[in-house]
């Protein structure tokens, strides 16, 4: 994907006018470089002459301590960090006084776990930030208030507005514009938007094209693929995806594409994956549905691990006599999700 220096600017731009990073403030660095989201953490820092501080890989999973000793003043990851602390009993209140800004981006920030933060991190700003990689890390936001501004039905923070010199707007049936209110494809363009995928020209004019907006006029834009819609305060609101992408601990996943790795291991067309277990509207992991493939669970995890990271790899391998399908032929991702339902409830967790 070819993202220009001129859009990365105009991000760091926009974080550096919201946040005022200064030579005294003491910055996280949460996720690796091949993720989007290092891109705020480095170069804000550099930008704003900060201090970097790295997260090691033993604490990801549980960097209050890390918090703590380093005194941070600025925190950035994805929201699914907060209940891996929450579950460990390391949110305590009042426990990162030092925390003045908190930037959550990369996948929905539930109302209670904006909260937990808000309660441990007492002088901290809590923003959720919403932003494909297309559009460079981040491109609208909506911070914690009181009243909190929520998505109707969701327990989630609203994805707020655009940044200044961002566009978003929702589009139906054909790349026609819907009013305020109605739901459809969340649309964005502006100066952080990607020129386009390398070497994909087709897949480039199928999600950035370009439309007449009724007054904005002819602009491009990017289709999300996420379904949302603006309320009457020009708000927007996140409501899931259109097709199977889905986030595992905020990295990017196209269920699809791991299907096609399934297949491929397996040799055989009767395979699926569904991201599985879903909390808070956020998956933890995949698990992979098989069906008479002939060969064992332990070799298909073996294959797959030479072809995907550890992070989409499925947490469990489920054979199966037959796949439902659903009437129109394709296999029924939701009938195997209520099978993983199922046996939950049975077990009582
Ligand atoms: P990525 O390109 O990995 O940053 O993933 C972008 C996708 O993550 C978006 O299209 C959304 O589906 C999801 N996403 C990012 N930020 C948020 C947010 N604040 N709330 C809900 N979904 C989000």
Known sequence: MKIETRSVYHFLNHCQTLYNIGPEDRVSNFSEVSF??????????????????VVPESQLMAPARFIQEHKLTFWASVPSVILFLDRLKHLKEGCFPTLRVSYFCGEAL?????????????????????GPTEATVGCSL???????????????????????????????EQGIFLPQGETGELALSGPQITQGYLGDDELTSRRLPVL????????????????????????????GRIDNQVKVLGHRIELEELDAHLRQVCKCESVVMVAWPIRNGSAEGVVAFVCATGITTGQILDGL??????????????????????????????????ILAGRMQGSGI
């Open 110 to 130: 539930p109302l209670s776990s904006a909260l937990l933060w808000g309660r441990a991190a007492p002088n901290c700003v809590i923003d959720n930030h919403y």
């Open 142 to 172: 909506e911070r914690l208030t009181d009243p909190p501004n929520l998505t109707p039905g969701r327990d989630i923070l609203s994805i707020g507005r655009p940044y200044s010199g961002m566009r978003m707007a929702i589009v139906g």
């Open 36 to 53: 989007d989201f290092s891109v705020l953490d480095l170069w804000l820092t550099w930008y704003a002459r900060a201090s970097l501080h």
């Open 212 to 239: 007449d907006h009724p007054s904005l006029g002819r602009l491009r834009w990017y289709l999300t693929g996420d379904l949302s819609f603006e309320d009457a305060s020009g708000t927007f609101h996140h409501m």
């Open 305 to 338: 691990k030479k072809r995907l990271p550890p992070y989409a790899l499925p947490r469990e391998i489920i054979e199966i006599e037959s796949m439902p399908m659903t009437p129109n032929g394709k296999i029924d991702r939701k009938a195997l999700l209520n």
